[in-house]
Nanobody, 121 residues
């Protein structure tokens, strides 16, 4: 089995910072791209940032210059450093990873359960 678990969400004031983590565990043979998505109340899920296995990144325009995505391949962990947070960043943040398990060929997308980020004074 493969699990993807997020952590690090919470309540923060506007202008503050949070760091999200996402740990992939289980029968993992290889991880390709990883990413963060978010869903705000009443809105569709949207891409926040993605990173390839080689470290190439892309960001939503709304978070460029404020958020930084990174990964530690040695421990199968993804991070999202969020600075200068705004109320409109309030959402449930989801981690996703393209993982090839030992017991199956090819990659499948695995999703975490989500972590709430609330930006409010």
């Amino acid at each position: 089995q493969v699990q993807v678990v997020e952590s690090g969400g919470g309540l923060v004031q506007p202008g503050g910072s949070l760091r999200l983590s996402c740990a992939a565990s289980g029968s993992i043979f290889s991880i390709n791209s990883m990413g963060w998505y978010r869903r705000a109340p009443g809105k569709q899920r949207e891409l926040v940032a993605r990173i390839t296995s080689g470290g190439s990144t892309n960001y939503a325009d709304s978070v460029k210059g404020r958020f930084t995505i990174s990964r530690d391949n040695g421990v199968n962990t993804l991070y999202l450093q969020m600075n200068s947070l705004k109320p409109e960043d309030t959402a449930v943040y989801y981690c996703t990873a393209a993982i090839q398990p030992y017991y199956r060929s090819g990659y499948n997308d695995y999703w975490g359960q989500g972590t709430q980020v609330t930006v409010s004074s």
